[in-house]
DNA sequence: GATGAATGAGCCTTCATTCAT
DNA sequence: GATGAATGAAGGCTCATTCAT
C-alpha cells in the first residue's frame, strides 16, 4: 500500500510496524504535528534516512498509526462477536469489550480523532470505510435482534451509529468521567442504557442482559 | 484574561472579538496548526504587529476561538431551558435544539474536539471546567425527572455525559450519518433512543415526548 | 515579477538588487546548486527569514542573478551603438567593447552559461528572448552592412548568432587563450577575423577597421 | 586511473564503460547535481554498492561521463583529419564532421560544458589538456595553411580557440539558430565565414573549398 | 564480487515572534 | 496604537556513501 524502495516485503512490513508502534508512542503524547520525523525515528530506533525508505512522506506515518489502532479496536470487535451467540449477547459483549480496549487505548482513540482530519484523502476514504463497516456490523447485530423479536427501533441505521460512538466515549471525556466513575460502573450503565434505548425485553434469557437489568 | 499591551479595556475586547472571529474563519477550514498567525492577521482584518498587542502568542488565539464557539453551544442550551417547562421536556428540547445547533457549527465544532489538545494548561482547565458545568446542568434535568418520577435510570452523571455527548456526534460523524439520514431524521431517533434508555413514561404529558414515541 | 510578501515596491527593488548581487558573489566561485541559502543571505546580508519575503524559491534568485548579469552585457552593446555611427562602425565597437565587458564579467558569464539549464521554464524563455533579441540586434547592423556595400556575406542571421558567441569566448575558453594572448591581441585577431568572414572591404574608411587591418 | 576495488583490469574498465554510459543517459536529462546516484545504478544496471567497487565518488562518474564524450568528437577529429589531404581541406572537412557529430551529440556537449565547473582540478585539467591538445592540431592546420600559401592571418593560436569554440556553438546556441537554419545552412555558412576569415585563396584546388564560396 | 539496507549531514523553506518607525 | 519588515530556530526530506551479508 505505502511506497518503499525496499525489496524484502517481510521487512518492509516488520519495519512498517516496528516505525508505526514507534510512532504512536510519540503520538500519544505530542500529537502528530508537534511531532517531527527526527523523533519518530528516535523512537522507532531507525535511523532517519532508512525510516525514509520505508515511508514516503510523514503523513504516511499518519496513516501506519490511524490503521494500527484501530485495528486493534475491530479485532476486538470482531473477537467477541464471534465468541456470542444471539445478537443482544453480542452487542452487549462487544459494547463491553470495546469500551474497555477504548479505555486502555484513551490516548491512541483520542489521537485518532484529533488527527484524522490531517490524512490526505486517499488515506481518510481507506479509514472511514473501514469504520462504516464496523458501524455496519454494529447495524447487522440490531436488525437481527429486531428480527428475533428482541429489540425494537425506528432506525437501526441512526442507532448503530450512536451506539459505536458512544463506545469511545471514554477517550474524548474520559476526564469528566473517570474522576467519578469507574470503567465499570460507566460500562453497566452504558450498556443498561444502550438496551433500554433500544427496548430490550427485560425478559429474555441472556445472561449478560439478565444480571445488567 | 489574556495579556495585552493595550490600556483601554473595551478595545481590547472588540478586538479580540475581531481576531477570534477572523481566526475562526480559517481555522474551520485548515485547522489551528496550518493556519499561520499571517492569515489570522489578515482573516482578522488586523496588522501582524497589531494583533500581537492584544494576543501574546498563538495559543491564545486558540483559546479565544474554543471559547466563542463553546459559548454558542451553551447560549443554545441555556435558551432552550428557559423556554421549557418539566425536566423530559427541556431536555428534549434541549437535544433538539443543541443537536440543530451543533450542526449548523459542525466544523466549528469539530475543530474544538481536534484541537483542544493544543490548549495551554491553564486554558483547558476553564474550557473543560465550563463543559463541566454544562454536563451537570444535564445531570439536573435527569436527576429532576426522576424525582418527578417521569425518569428512571442508575448513574445519571454517567448518562449526563453519554447524553452530552451525543449531542455533538452529527460534528464528528456526520460523514457516516448524513448521507443516509437526515438531520431531522436523526434527531428524532436520537430523542427517542434518549428517552427510551432513560425510561421515559410513554403516558406522560409533555407533548414534545409524546409525539415522538 | 517575482513574487515578494513585502509591500514597499522601492523597498523590493532594493532588496531584490542586494540578494542577487550578494547571491552572484557566491554563485561566481561556487555555482547554483552547490550555493546553499544560508549562504546567500550571508553573501547578501539579509536574514535567512527575511530573503524570503522577496522572493519565492530559490530559483527566482537564480533569475535574479541571470538578468542582472546579461543586462550587463546588454548594457555595454547598447551604450556602444549608440556611440557610433555606420554599420561597420558600430559592429566593431560593440565586439570589442562586448568582449571587454564579458572579460571582466568572465566567471559570470561562465555562471550563466552553465546555469541556465537550471531555469524553471517560465524564467528560461524570458532570458533566451532577451538574448535573442540581442542576437537579432547583430544581424541587423550586418544587414546594414550589406546594404551599404561594405558587408557581404550569404547567412547574416547565422553570422549573427556566431559572432555573438564569439563574444563571450573568454569567458568559456580563457583559460586555453589568456595564458598564450593578452585580451587585446586577442580582440583585435577576433575582430580581424570577423571583418574578413564578413567581406568588409579594406578601402572603407572608418577608422577603426583601417587600424585594425 | 580511478580508484577501485576489484582486481581484475578488464572488469574494471568493462563496469566503468557501463557505469558511464548509464550515467550519461540520465546526465542528458537532469544534468550531474540533479541525478541522484541510485539513479546512475540504476540507469548503468548495476547495484548501488557494486557501483562504489568502482569509483570512489559520484564525481568520478562526471569524468568518466566527461572522457566518453570528448572521445567521440576527438575520434571525429582524427578520423577526419587523417581521411584528407592538404591542411584547408583537412580543417574544411574538420569543421564540417565535428558540427555534425556536435549536433548528434548536442545534450551531451551542453552537458560538458555546463558541469566542467564540477570537476575537481585533477580531472579538469586532464580535461582540459586533452582539449588544449585539438585546439593545437586546429592550429597546426592553419600554420600548414599560411605556409602553403592558403591561409592567412595574424594569430593563429588565437583563430584556432574560436574556430574550435564555433564548431560546437549548436550544442550551446541551437535554440536560436535551428528554429531557423538547418545544420547543413548553417555548417556551409560556417566554413564560408571561417575560410574568408582566414583570407583563403578563392583560387585554390581543393574541391570543398570552391564548391561552398 | 555483488547486493541492498542503513546512516546522518545538510538542504530548502516556513513561521511565530519581535522591533523600528 | 498601528504597521509591516526582520529574525532565526526548526521542520520535512534527500542523497552520497558505507557496511553487513
Redesign the interface.
Same mark, same amino acid.
Not at 480523532?113 to 490531517?118: D, G, L, N, R
Given at each position: 500500500m505505502i511506497k518503499s524502495n525496499i525489496k524484502n516485503p517481510d521487512r518492509v512490513r516488520m519495519r512498517q510496524k516496528q516505525i508505526c508502534r514507534g510512532a504512536i508512542k510519540v503520538f500519544r503524547k505530542k500529537?502528530f504535528?508537534?511531532t517531527s520525523m527526527r523523533e519518530i525515528a528516535k523512537s522507532a530506533q531507525i535511523s532517519l534516512g532508512n525510516l525514509y525508505d520505508y515511508i514516503e512522506k510523514k503523513e504516511d506515518i499518519l496513516f501506519l498509526a490511524h490503521r494500527d489502532i484501530l485495528e486493534q479496536i475491530y479485532q476486538a470487535f470482531d473477537e467477541t462477536a464471534a465468541a456470542f451467540d444471539g445478537s443482544v449477547d453480542r452487542l452487549v459483549n462487544v459494547i463491553r469489550a470495546i469500551v474497555k480496549r477504548s479505555f486502555e487505548l484513551r490516548q491512541e482513540i *483520542?489521537f485518532c480523532?484529533?488527527?484524522?482530519?490531517?490524512l490526505e484523502k486517499k488515506y481518510m476514504k481507506e479509514i +472511514?470505510r473501514k469504520?462504516?463497516e464496523f458501524?455496519g456490523k454494529i447495524e447487522v447485530l440490531i436488525r437481527d435482534g429486531i428480527a428475533a423479536g428482541e429489540l425494537r427501533?425506528?432506525?437501526p441505521?441512526?442507532?448503530a451509529?450512536?451506539i459505536w460512538?458512544?463506545m469511545t466515549?471514554l477517550a *474524548?471525556?474520559g476526564?469528566?468521567?473517570l474522576p467519578?466513575?469507574s470503567v465499570e460502573?460507566?460500562t453497566?450503565? +452504558?450498556i443498561?442504557?444502550?438496551l433500554?434505548?433500544?427496548?430490550a425485553r427485560e425478559g429474555e434469557k441472556n445472561k449478560e442482559t439478565r444480571d445488567i437489568f
Open positions: 500529537g504535528h508537534a *483520542l480523532y484529533t488527527e484524522t482530519k490531517s +472511514l469504520e462504516s458501524v427501533c425506528e432506525e441505521g441512526v442507532l451509529n450512536v460512538y458512544n466515549i *474524548l471525556r476526564w469528566n468521567i467519578a466513575y460502573t460507566f453497566d450503565e +452504558l443498561r442504557f444502550t433500554r434505548g433500544l427496548c
